[in-house]
T-cell receptor
Framework: DGGITQSPKYLFRKEGQNVTLSCEQNLNHDAMYWYRQDPGQGLRLIYYSQIVNDFQKGDIAEGYSVSREKKESFPLTVTSAQKNPTAFYLC??????????????FGSGTRLTVV | SQKIEQNSEALNIQEGKTATLTCNYTNYSPAYLQWYRQDPGRGPVFLLLIRENEKEKRKERLKVTFDTTLKQSLFHITASQPADSATYLCALHATPGRRALTFGSGTRLQVQP
């Protein structure tokens, strides 16, 4: 089955530590996205990538970094510069173009907690 | 960029009734608007996409309307069931030149048996 896989499901980070969240898709989608969701809030865009080796900052990119070396993979690193990283992180992918009738496909999320 | 506004208060309805959720945006009309369902602790699931030249779109018990004059989309679930209880998010391209969706904060729907 095609889909998008996020791992781990739960992650605990110590103060001052960098952590990397994994996102892999086998849908052959060109575009991939990272969103952050805080309790009772909507999704906020961190980074997105329309094509391999290219990515753009979203609304809350500070303290985060990404890479897009392969079409299938879009890992997100939460650095020690991110002061309030505790949140639910969602990865998504999509096909290109406004001709598509399909929305984003989301992973099941990673819940990150600072301890 | 523009704002997307969804009613933050939960909507409680009786089973069998029609649920109507609202999504308002503030500035330019997007080329299309999408609706998603999100269950607690899960990622959103795409439901429907409606384009600016479409007044209405249906999928089974779901119906979406798009009024570019009012800058509003309505999302209807007819013959609602307890299994329809979830948070429903609308999404659109809110920032010119940015090819990524901006999501509303969602409205939680609770269908009582």
């Amino acid at each position: 089955d095609g889909g998008i896989t996020q791992s781990p499901k739960y992650l605990f980070r110590k103060e001052g530590q960098n952590v990397t969240l994994s996102c892999e898709q086998n849908l052959n989608h060109d575009a991939m996205y990272w969103y952050r969701q805080d309790p009772g809030q909507g999704l906020r865009l961190i980074y997105y990538s329309q094509i391999v080796n290219d990515f753009q900052k979203g609304d809350i990119a500070e303290g985060y970094s990404v890479s897009r070396e392969k079409k299938e993979s879009f890992p997100l690193t939460v650095t020690s510069a991110q002061k309030n990283p505790t949140a639910f992180y969602l990865c998504a992918s999509s096909t290109h173009g406004q001709g598509s009738n399909y929305g984003y496909t989301f992973g099941s999320g990673t819940r990150l907690t600072v301890v | 960029s523009q704002k997307i506004e969804q009613n933050s208060e939960a909507l409680n309805i009786q089973e069998g009734k029609t649920a109507t959720l609202t999504c308002n945006y503030t500035n330019y009309s997007p080329a299309y608007l999408q609706w998603y369902r999100q269950d607690p602790g899960r990622g959103p699931v795409f439901l429907l996409l409606i384009r600016e030249n479409e007044k209405e779109k249906r999928k089974e018990r779901l119906k979406v309307t798009f009024d570019t004059t009012l800058k509003q989309s309505l999302f209807h679930i007819t013959a609602s069931q307890p299994a329809d209880s979830a948070t429903y998010l609308c999404a659109l391209h809110a920032t010119p030149g940015r090819r990524a969706l901006t999501f509303g904060s969602g409205t939680r729907l609770q269908v009582q048996p």
